[in-house]
């Protein structure tokens, strides 16, 4: 089974096209600048990179890359009946979904009335969607970033506002970066030979966007992001978590609407409003290393942030069998796990500096010293692969139930 992985956004469109019988990546490649000035398109296969014309829309985009990959010059596919399925990365589930599901006519009005809870994602999300189904005839998955944090329980979830009106408008915590963290617990699994059920995890999914997420007994019960991404975390160019009334005292100084607000705590401040200069974490750090004290300041803020959560999330479990880096930053950077973990020692969780530095990266890490409580591991992420087994396993059970019908 080969599976086509979209996920859309406002004007790009990153696609992946996995091979399930092994599940290997047979290409990768992105959409750029969709419907901007000099959009294009690449193509990774083998280790090469190709270029090719840009898209002037989600629909334009979807139908060049299923031209990209069929044609003869690019050898990937001979037609697009070697495609079985797509699965499509969907920001918000809401409160109506709780894990993947078959895109169909009702799911796509429930999309829609979503929108409003992610404004930024939703709208290119369906464009996907919606293009993939104007040029394709396979079956289609919606793989939600806030499915795998449904579990979590209403005193986690909820916002202390007024009762009535965080009920009559769904406000309340969702998460996100959901697909990482499931993908994260059911590898921890198979690394420390647990069952997932009595799996007691704290994953920190650390890059541009940043999420911690406390997982008890294989679930989620308490993550850092919220009714956006926008809560949580210090991040690339996300504020994180700041008083609310920041948003009006904005307003008011810098003659801003709330959108705009909104949007200025999202695209200008974290790491990048911090250090004046970037969201990259290793520039971050060169800067630092070379006395840039604004660039110091951001590095130490991400790591104080990142540290009280963690921190935070200890109570929450009867016992802890991980703490767990992964993403961009948490993958790849030994300096930033370093900084987080140190202060940890009193409580009996303890970073080896040596394990920490010296290791191969894309591979599972133990980096916990012999003498902690906790174990420390890095751990690489794959959400795409994650998408892929979830839309391989509902187009399965689909395939199953038609074989069914016939054979009555």
């Given at each position: 089974?080969?599976?086509?992985?979209?996920?859309?956004?406002?004007?790009?469109?990153?696609?992946?096209?996995?091979?399930?019988?092994?599940?290997?990546?047979?290409?990768?490649?992105?959409?750029?600048?969709?419907?901007?000035?000099?959009?294009?398109?690449?193509?990774?296969?083998?280790?090469?990179?190709?270029?090719?014309?840009?898209?002037?829309?989600?629909?334009?985009?979807?139908?060049?890359?299923?031209?990209?990959?069929?044609?003869?010059?690019?050898?990937?596919?001979?037609?697009?009946?070697?495609?079985?399925?797509?699965?499509?990365?969907?920001?918000?589930?809401?409160?109506?979904?709780?894990?993947?599901?078959?895109?169909?006519?009702?799911?796509?009005?429930?999309?829609?009335?979503?929108?409003?809870?992610?404004?930024?994602?939703?709208?290119?999300?369906?464009?996907?969607?919606?293009?993939?189904?104007?040029?394709?005839?396979?079956?289609?998955?919606?793989?939600?970033d806030t499915a795998f944090h449904a579990t979590m329980p209403e005193k986690a979830y909820m916002y202390p506002i007024k009762y009535e009106d965080a009920k009559k408008f769904k406000i309340?915590?969702?998460?996100?970066?959901?697909?990482?963290?499931?993908?994260?617990?059911?590898?921890?699994?198979?690394?420390?030979?647990?069952?997932?059920?009595?799996?007691?995890?704290?994953?920190?999914?650390?890059?541009?966007?940043?999420?911690?997420?406390?997982?008890?007994?294989?679930?989620?019960?308490?993550?850092?992001?919220?009714?956006?991404?926008?809560?949580?975390?210090?991040?690339?160019?996300?504020?994180?978590?700041?008083?609310?009334?920041?948003?009006?005292?904005?307003?008011?100084?810098?003659?801003?609407?709330?959108?705009?607000a909104i949007s200025y705590l999202n695209k200008q401040c974290g790491l990048l409003g911090i250090s004046g200069y970037t969201s990259d974490q290793r520039?971050?750090?060169?800067?630092?290393?070379?006395?840039?004290?604004?660039?110091?300041?951001?590095?130490?803020?991400?790591?104080?942030?990142?540290?009280?959560?963690?921190?935070?999330?200890?109570?929450?479990?009867?016992?802890?069998?991980?703490?767990?880096?992964?993403?961009?930053?948490?993958?790849?950077?030994?300096?930033?796990?370093?900084?987080?973990?140190?202060?940890?020692?009193?409580?009996?969780?303890?970073?080896?500096?040596?394990?920490?530095?010296?290791?191969?990266?894309?591979?599972?890490?133990?980096?916990?010293?012999?003498?902690?409580?906790?174990?420390?591991?890095?751990?690489?992420?794959?959400?795409?692969?994650?998408?892929?087994?979830?839309?391989?396993?509902?187009?399965?059970?689909?395939?199953?139930?038609?074989?069914?019908?016939?054979?009555?």
């Amino acid at each position: 089974m080969k599976i086509l992985l979209i996920n859309a956004g406002s004007s790009s469109l990153k696609y992946q096209l996995l091979d399930m019988k092994t599940e290997k990546l047979i290409v990768k490649g992105n959409c750029e600048k969709i419907g901007l000035k000099d959009p294009i398109i690449t193509l990774k296969c083998n280790g090469k990179e190709t270029k090719f014309d840009g898209a002037k829309n989600h629909e334009d985009a979807i139908q060049k890359v299923l031209n990209i990959l069929t044609s003869p010059e690019n050898s990937v596919i001979k037609s697009l009946d070697e495609i079985d399925a797509v699965g499509h990365r969907v920001l918000h589930g809401g409160e109506i979904y709780t894990d993947s599901v078959l895109i169909t006519p009702k799911v796509m009005k429930e999309l829609e009335k979503l929108v409003p809870l992610g404004p930024l994602h939703m709208p290119a999300n369906i464009a996907g969607i919606k293009a993939c189904q104007a040029v394709m005839d396979v079956p289609q998955v919606a793989v939600f970033d806030t499915a795998f944090h449904a579990t979590m329980p209403e005193k986690a979830y909820m916002y202390p506002i007024k009762y009535e009106d965080a009920k009559k408008f769904k406000i309340r915590k969702y998460g996100f970066h959901g697909s990482s963290h499931k993908f994260i617990t059911q590898e921890m699994a198979k690394i420390l030979g647990k069952s997932i059920s009595k799996l007691n995890l704290i994953i920190a999914h650390l890059g541009n966007g940043s999420s911690i997420t406390c997982v008890e007994n294989g679930k989620s019960v308490e993550t850092t992001m919220g009714l956006t991404p926008l809560q949580g975390l210090m991040m690339g160019t996300r504020s994180g978590d700041v008083d609310p009334t920041v948003v009006q005292y904005l307003c008011e100084k810098k003659n801003l609407t709330v959108d705009k607000a909104i949007s200025y705590l999202n695209k200008q401040c974290g790491l990048l409003g911090i250090s004046g200069y970037t969201s990259d974490q290793r520039e971050l750090i060169a800067k630092a290393n070379e006395g840039d004290e604004r660039c110091q300041l951001a590095v130490e803020m991400l790591a104080h942030s990142i540290k009280k959560n963690i921190a935070s999330y200890l109570p929450l479990l009867p016992r802890i069998d991980a703490i767990v880096f992964t993403g961009g930053i948490g993958e790849n950077r030994a300096d930033t796990r370093e900084m987080v973990m140190t202060g940890f020692e009193h409580l009996g969780i303890v970073i080896d500096k040596k394990k920490n530095t010296n290791f191969k990266r894309g591979e599972v890490n133990l980096i916990s010293s012999s003498k902690s409580n906790v174990q420390i591991y890095v751990v690489p992420t794959d959400e795409e692969l994650l998408m892929a087994r979830d839309t391989k396993k509902i187009v399965s059970a689909l395939s199953s139930k038609k074989s069914l019908k016939k054979s009555k």
